[in-house]
């Protein structure tokens, strides 16, 4: 893979990269900060090795996009928690979108409430080692920990990283974080998440011991973990030593956070097939949605997936 040199990381980044994995396409990025707003817009081409697409379980062959973000530079928690709805949660700084949900439901049926949780091997959507595959637009996307992102920003070290932004503007890291979140000085410490799989048995739907297949056997329960219900937390980090709110990639559902602590911007909403025309950034919607099938969209007039409750 070869790499064009970028511009520092300040009010303007430009990331341009060659990724053998994706047909000879470059990766393209700009960042940029525009007032109070950022702004970053990309080609959705990986810069890093992927699996192979079209390849076993996923049949779509990455192609470039058209995303066009803006989040606020300085972001501020809402009154209350905004939960995902089907679009991307964010989006990486090599402008890859962060989206932990999948389309997938309990007999492809979206009213059951029962979605299938992507990561849980109950399902097979043809994931690579990065824990993404490609939608039928062609848009390759991360449900998880971007293992081969991560292993660039941290050269393989124990260390906190920038993985990219949400879209209500807060910052997003990779599971390393300070001991102690007030001293930036503590040792690191693999971050945990305060979900866990619930006891019992589904009341409904498939039935059955609740096991982590679908995105409704988990609960979130304070004080288990060192993250909030947002997956996220005030802390020390390398950009803000000072402390600052961040959300956290973690190994442990949700893996990508699915709920906000600020108020997401209209702008990774989706109108259509997710990260194409009509999708974020993208052009017109299409006339209509479909049901089922890996990385295909919510159809409409269906509201967003439950979450899980909070635990006692």
């Known amino acids: ?5 970028r511009l520092a990381f ?14 000879g396409w470059k990766n393209e990025v ?7 707003r950022r702004v970053i817009t990309a080609n959705g081409i990986p810069d890093h090795p992927t699996g192979q697409f079209p390849g076993r379980g996923n049949p779509n062959r990455i192609s470039p996009q058209n995303y066009h973000f803006t989040v606020p530079a300085h972001p501020q928690p809402a009154g209350k928690n905004t939960r995902m709805a089907m679009h991307p949660f964010g989006v990486a700084v090599n402008g890859i979108v962060l989206d932990p949900g999948a389309a997938e439901w309990w007999q492809g049926d979206p009213s059951s409430g029962w979605q299938y949780e992507p990561l849980s091997g109950a399902i097979d959507l043809g994931t690579d080692d990065s824990n993404a595959h490609v939608q039928p637009t062609g848009a390759y996307h991360y449900h998880g920990q971007p293992t081969e992102l991560l292993r660039r920003l941290t050269g393989g070290k124990e260390k906190m990283v920038l993985v990219g932004w949400a879209a209500d503007g807060f910052p997003i890291y990779n599971n390393i974080g300070h ?5 930036s000085t503590s040792p690191w410490v693999e971050l945990k998440s305060g979900y866990q799989v619930k006891k019992g048995t589904r009341p409904s739907g498939p039935f ?23 997956n996220g937390r005030t802390a020390a980090t390398p ?67 439950p979450l899980p409750p909070r635990g006692e």
């Open 208 to 230: 059955g011991t609740y096991d982590g297949s679908f995105v409704a056997d988990y609960e979130w329960v304070d004080g288990m973990g060192d993250l909030d219900d947002c």
């Open 1 to 5: 893979m070869k790499r064009i040199p």
């Open 239 to 305: 950009e803000h030593p000072e402390g600052e709110y961040h959300y956290v990639i973690t190994s442990q559902f949700p893996y990508i956070p699915r709920e906000f602590k600020g108020t997401p911007d209209p702008s990774f909403f989706r109108h259509g097939p997710p990260g194409g025309p009509g999708g974020p950034g993208g052009g017109p919607p299409p006339r209509r949605g479909r049901k089922g099938g890996p990385g295909l969209f919510l159809p409409p007039g269906f509201p967003p997936p």
């Open 30 to 36: 700009s960042i940029t900060l525009e007032g109070d």
């Open 179 to 183: 001991k102690d979140p007030k001293d």
């Open 10 to 23: 300040a009010s303007t980044l430009v990331l341009t990269f060659v990724s053998a994995s994706s047909d």
